[in-house]
């Protein structure tokens, strides 16, 4: 049996809820990190990368489940592993030598053999003769080798690395990687793992032996495979390109089967997210929705997501929640990657706005509970208006707070563009919209008395 550096067994986190009901954020789950790999984790928002991240090193407990550094429980192992952060995270009063040097402070280690350890590093990212600068005084991309220089100082057994390239440059991040891809090559680091949280795709193939991709509502691993390519690996391959290929469709297809979720101790089972009442809303605007269809009309009704993705200059994250937005209404399909306009779809991007705004509407009402049922409340009661308050107490049992609240202004931004409603910000209540009275050319009373 392979050695096994760490090891997370059915782990899973969720956060109770004042009822009976769990907000879970990741499903049961096991992973294991072994020596020699690069694995990469890539999935929607809210699909609990970073959370998993978390757990894996300690940071966080999960909920339920156990993980292992070595076999042995982490709460009480001797870990060592290094997190690289998507913001630089440098203290700005230190010098470059310093910030490097903080992590050996910590760790008591004298200063002859911190300034040893912190130069020789230092020289191996390419930062020699910058150990005197501080922060405020280095590029983007320098600032990250500096964040790269401190958690390789402590020669982790395995570097963990939250979206690392994600607020660099183009240019910047690509040489990043590059150099990081190297280093590790050429075992010019002491590290035996790495494991990179990231968002891009292309980022995840090009340096990754393994990649994981999670889906959402809960989060729980969609796929687990090996990537084959040697390096260098060059992105206009076709074997490239289809790895590419397959992980857009893993992502954009319809969720398959849910896992089955354990017995709780007291011997209920936890609520799975899919099962629930509503389904999440994605975060898109109307206006964005209607540019990505008029897109695909271009493109003569059809197109591979992650050649719109690269036409739009836009990275997963961004793309992906309009392609469900028009999928849950009902203006596109997706299938293997492909995403293909429908005849709503496609009517819908060749109509005036106001047109536009009856075949939201229309698709609105027809697809989305929630706004469905805030439509019907406003209409039953006597003075068509509903608090928010009442929406925000059943989002609440599903979704976390922070999801409850973006669920609401998406709710809001989509029914105030289809007219199903208006909404009072300052009282925090959902109202009727005032219609104008039909003009009529039958005179009134008071004119034919005039």
């Excluded at 630089?88 to 910030?99: I, K, M, S, Y």
């Excluded at 790269?148 to 690392?164: C, I, Q, S, T, W």
């Amino acid at each position: 049996m392979p050695e096994t550096i760490i090891r997370a067994e059915r782990v899973e986190k969720y956060y109770a809820q004042p009822s009976e009901n769990r907000i879970q954020v990741i499903a049961p789950t096991d992973l294991s990190i072994v020596p020699g790999e690069i694995v990469a984790v890539l999935g929607p928002s809210g699909s609990g990368k970073s959370t998993l991240l978390r757990m894996l090193t300690g940071l966080s407990r999960p909920s339920a489940g156990q993980v292992y550094w070595h076999e042995a429980p982490i709460s009480n192992a001797q870990i060592n592993v290094s997190i690289v952060f998507q913001s630089f995270a440098l203290f700005p009063w230190l010098t470059v030598q310093e910030n490097v040097e903080a992590p050996l402070k910590a760790r008591g280690m004298e200063p002859g053999e911190r300034r040893k350890r912190a130069l020789k590093i230092l020289d191996t990212v390419g930062l020699d003769g910058f150990q005197a600068a501080y922060p405020k005084e280095l590029s983007g991309g320098m600032r990250q080798r500096v964040g790269f220089a401190r958690a390789l100082v402590v020669e982790p057994e395995v570097l963990f690395m939250d979206e690392p390239f994600s607020a660099l440059d183009v240019l910047t991040a690509e040489n990043l990687r590059s150099e990081l891809l190297e280093l590790w090559q050429n075992k010019t680091i002491p590290t035996r793992a790495i494991f990179l949280v990231t968002h891009n795709i292309e980022e995840a193939v090009l340096l990754a032996d393994r990649i994981i991709v999670l889906g959402r509502n809960p989060g729980h691993v969609r796929t687990d495979f090996k990537v084959t390519l040697q390096h260098p690996r060059d992105r206009k391959a076709t074997a490239f390109t289809q790895l590419v290929d397959y992980i857009y469709k893993v992502l954009t297809q319809p969720e398959a089967k849910p896992p089955a979720l354990p017995q709780t101790p007291e011997g209920k089972r936890v609520r799975d997210q899919r099962q629930m009442h509503y389904q999440m809303l994605p975060h898109a605007r109307p206006g964005g929705i209607a540019g990505l269809l008029e897109l695909l009309l271009d493109h003569n009704g059809k197109d591979d997501i992650y050649r719109l993705a690269d036409d739009l200059a836009f990275e997963i994250d961004d793309l992906l929640p309009i392609v469900d937005a028009a999928q849950l209404l009902g203006f596109l399909t997706v299938n293997e990657g492909d995403a293909a306009i429908t005849p709503k779809g496609a009517e819908f991007a060749n109509s005036e706005i106001l047109r536009q705004k009856e075949l939201f509407r229309t698709a609105a009402v027809e697809n989305v509970l929630l706004l469905r049922q805030i439509v019907r409340a406003i209409e039953a009661k006597s003075d068509h208006t509903v608090a928010e308050d009442f929406f925000h107490d059943l989002l609440d049992e599903q979704f976390s707070e922070e999801e409850t609240v973006l669920q609401l202004e998406t709710a809001i931004n989509w029914g105030r563009y289809a007219e199903l409603f208006d909404f009072d910000a300052s009282r925090r209540r959902f109202m009727q919209i005032e219609k104008l009275a039909p003009e009529s050319d039958t005179p009134s009373a008071e004119e034919i008395d005039a």
